[in-house]
């Protein structure tokens, strides 16, 4: 089993940039689909990105397509999501997620998800 710590979260103006990163540990990262949730105050951890063990495929919720990019080195056991044109909407705890042998879309109890890092938006 992997363990994945966030980075990149902060404070950007609403139509600025932001570039997350997650770090991987362990001997399987290769094997694992990975994705980004966010969750808002008050709200449901709803799915942001994911992509496939070997970055071939990629799926993005509705809200963020065209605007944020998900992408994996796994030679580095690394997954990015770089976020365009930010909104104040987006605004959110991030978290790492992965799943062995399976997309990270679909979330359970095999999941494994990072400690999260916050995304604030100002209008």
């Known amino acids: 089993q992997v363990q994945v710590v966030e980075s990149g979260g902060g404070l950007v103006q609403a139509g600025g940039s932001l570039r997350l990163s997650c770090a991987a540990s362990g001997r399987t990262f290769s094997s694992y689909g990975m994705g980004w949730f966010r969750q808002a105050p008050g709200k449901e951890r709803e799915f942001v990105a994911a992509i496939t063990a070997s970055g071939g495929n990629t799926h993005y919720a509705d809200s963020v397509k065209g605007r944020f990019t998900i992408s994996r080195d796994n030679t580095k056991n690394t997954v990015s999501l770089q976020m365009n044109s930010l909104k104040p909407e987006d605004t959110a705890v991030y978290y790492c997620?992965?799943?062995?042998?399976?997309?990270?879309?679909?979330?359970?109890?095999?999941?494994?998800w990072g400690q999260g890092t916050q995304v604030t938006v100002s209008s």
């Open positions: 997620a992965g799943r062995l042998g399976g997309s990270a879309y679909y979330r359970g109890p095999d999941t494994v």
